[in-house]
């Protein structure tokens, strides 16, 4: 008899640490979304002062380029990039560049406060939806764009270039092809600045996927659902050197550079 009631305190004990942990993970919930309302407050009161109020894009249009189609996750990735973007290029470009991936503006919402941005700002996507969008708001230079090149621009048209989150959901059997297009696009001396996925990103793929990797320095493996482009692509950093070698030159690598996850190339057209 003995046994048993120590077998049933025993169980009971652990019901009580699992409800306890239960209770933990929906403190912990709540927490979460306690900070993320507070984070989009912050981001809205920063779009109202700096950005002219500029409106979100409908859920679906944010889904197609984050993780989910909160606010947050838009405004919060945007200043990312848009970060980068003045880190390479600064606040007053004085010729054209591109944002290769525009989406619905996510970069360019938080380059809309420098004056010089508004006039030098090109973007393109194959989202046609997108596009529109933004051009129904009045934001000039943007452009459908088709998955393979060319690009809708002539010869030598930009001064830089940069595309976060492109080419990791394009096929690395068509990178070279696009570095070509980069280069085309540049004028000499431009600059690129692009993000790649290398290993970290395996996770993601299937064992055969990861196995090919390792053999062959790359992985692409296609998103099934409908309509849908966040396709799986990871690269090595050497088959990215293969692959803009005679084209571009490496100005820098930094592993993990952008999010955490996404390696960050700065190429220069020679």
Known sequence: MASRWRALGRNLAALSRGQDLVTRAETAQHAL?????????????????????????PPPLRRRVGADDTPLEFWAKGIASSGAVLDVFGPAPDSPVLDWGCGSGRTRLWLQPHA??????????VDADAVAWLAQRGVEHVAVCDEQPPLPYPDGLFAGLFAFSVLTHISPEHHRAWYEEVRRVLRPGGVAFVTTLGEWALARASVPGQDHYRR????????????????????????????VDGLLAVGGYDERGYLEHQDAWRLRRP
């Open 216 to 243: 062959h320095g790359w992985v692409f493996e296609a998103d099934a659902r409908p309509g849908c482009s966040h396709h799986l692509s990871a690269v090595t950093e050497a088959f990215t050197r293969t692959a």
């Open 33 to 57: 979304a306690a900070e993320r309302r507070r984070g989009e407050a912050v981001c809205r009161a920063l779009v109202d002062r700096h950005c002219d109020g500029w409106e979100l894009p």
């Open 116 to 125: 010089a941005w508004r006039t030098h700002y090109y973007g393109c996507d």
